[in-house]
């Protein structure tokens, strides 16, 4: 039993996980799926790894730094010059065959370098802002896997509500037509109902169009083609937030909101920045230990007609230590120094800006989605009756035309009244969802727990071809 299932299981899988699989999923489903697949989030990944090695480095240039060196060096030369005999100084010919070579070790530890210290506590905040921004990352995800979710699902209601509305305009024009051939109706109320199945094809057509730009969104966050989709059940909680405070959302997002936390932690980065610039006007003392060592070897050859060739060998060699301290005291670079610390100033100052503009956009943004979530609640209820008011209209229209009491644009109207609300009504439902999770995001505690509580909501399966 065991050797026949689990190939089968293992194929099976192994399909569920091809890239561009059809298949039905819930929204934690995409979400795992993004969470593998998104390009955006993948890129943050590697940003923050990136980001990480910033400690190590600044770390590094603290620490012993060992070098060595060599070199060797051949050098053949010949020439002719004076040479004394007992006949007197007569010419002669030299030549002269060297070889030397050179090595030198050299430590150098650093003792007091203020640049050094001050990148190494710059690189440790720029480690930390790199995994706020990481999770924020992933906080994007979620809303960003929500909002493509619930925009194939409402791009799929519309497309129901239009084919709906189109097939029943075309059964009142076939009606029309025949009312018209017996004189019960006038032509206009045959052109006024083919006009308006003519509108109504071409919703139609451009509700399929935006059914597919939504499935290819969906598909370029995930990797993956769903050809069914769960979407909320008509039994789908509608919860105030908690706690049901705006002031209390807004003290919490400014406290705890990624966006935000990171756009701190970027002014604290910019003002270390002016401390590192700053360190080119102190001196530096480091502790340098270096051991080198020569060694050379020559042949210097004289020759003359009368005495005949001379050989004079020659070989040295010679090593050195030393080890001391070595303070370096900038006096003048130009101007250069100055002009950095300037420049870390207006980078520091920009980086305040930018936090200030961060907390007024958080600020902004948690009270409009606190808002969002508390009129989406009644929009839905006021939409959801709106939408059974219109049936009922459309039924009592329908019925007055077919008594000669209405005409067929008043049939018309009132059906595209039934199309809007019944689109308006399946949007508001997305939309609330979408504000509940923005809210959390805004909070800065929006994970995969609060997605899987709107999962839950999740109650139906519908078909998004």
Same mark, same amino acid.
């Given at each position: 039993m065991k050797l #026949? !299932?689990? $190939? @089968? @299981?293992?194929?099976?899988? @192994?399909v569920f996980c091809l890239p561009g699989a059809a298949a039905a999923a819930d929204l934690t489903e995409i979400y795992h799926r993004a969470l593998r697949s998104d390009p955006q989030l993948r890129e943050a990944e590697a940003i923050r790894s990136a980001t990480r090695e910033a400690h190590p480095q600044a770390l590094g240039a603290l !620490? $012993? %730094? !060992?070098?060595a060196s060599g070199g060797y060096v051949h050098d053949d030369s010949s020439g002719v010059s004076p040479f004394f005999t007992t006949d007197g100084l007569v010419p002669a010919t030299t030549s002269t065959k060297s070889n030397a070579s050179t090595w030198s070790v050299q430590l150098r530890q650093t003792v007091f370098r203020w640049d050094q210290f001050a990148t190494l506590r710059q690189a +440790? @905040? %720029? #480690?930390a802002q790199a995994e706020i921004d990481f999770r924020a990352a992933q906080q994007s995800v979620i809303l960003r896997t929500a909002q493509a979710y619930f925009n194939v699902l409402a791009a799929r209601d519309t497309l129901d509500a239009a084919d709906a509305a189109r097939e029943a305009i075309v059964r009142q024009l076939e009606q029309a037509e025949k009312r018209f051939e017996v004189g019960l109706i006038a032509i206009t109320d045959v052109e006024e109902a083919r006009a308006a199945a003519d509108q109504a094809t071409a919703t139609v057509i451009a509700s399929k169009r935006s059914l597919a730009t939504s499935r290819d969104q969906l598909r370029e966050l995930t990797g993956d083609s769903f050809d069914e989709l769960a979407r909320p059940g008509d039994d789908m909680p509608l919860i105030t937030p908690d706690p049901a405070s705006e002031e209390q959302w807004v003290k919490a997002a400014l +406290? %705890?909101? !990624?966006?935000?936390s990171s756009a701190r932690i970027g002014a604290d980065i910019a003002h270390e920045a002016i401390s590192v610039a700053r360190g080119g006007h102190l001196p530096t003392l480091d502790i340098v230990a270096r051991q080198s060592g020569a060694q050379t070897s020559s042949n210097t050859t004289f020759f003359d007609p009368t005495a005949g060739a001379i050989l004079f060998p020659s070989d040295s060699s010679n090593r050195d230590k030393q080890i001391g301290l070595q303070l370096t005291v900038p006096i003048y670079s130009g101007g250069t120094t100055n002009s950095h610390v300037r420049e870390a100033v207006y980078r520091h100052r920009a980086a305040r800006e930018r936090l200030e503009r961060a907390a007024r956009a958080t600020e902004r943004g948690t009270r409009d989605a606190y808002l969002g979530v508390i009129s989406e609640i009644s929009r839905v209820t006021a939409l959801k009756q709106s939408l059974a008011s219109s049936r009922i209209a459309l039924t009592a229209t329908e019925a007055g035309y077919e008594v000669g009491t209405r005409t067929a644009v008043d049939v018309l109207l009132a059906r595209q009244r039934l199309f809007d609300a019944q689109t308006a009504y399946a949007r508001s439902r997305y939309d609330y969802v979408l504000n509940v999770l923005t809210l959390e995001q805004q909070a800065g505690t929006l994970d995969e727990s609060r997605l899987t509580r709107v999962n839950s909501w999740l109650g139906q399966t519908v078909s998004v071809k």
């Open positions: #026949t !299932l689990f $190939p @089968a @299981a293992l194929v099976a899988s @192994a !620490l $012993p %730094q !060992l070098s +440790d @905040a %720029q #480690t +406290d %705890q909101n !990624l966006s935000l």
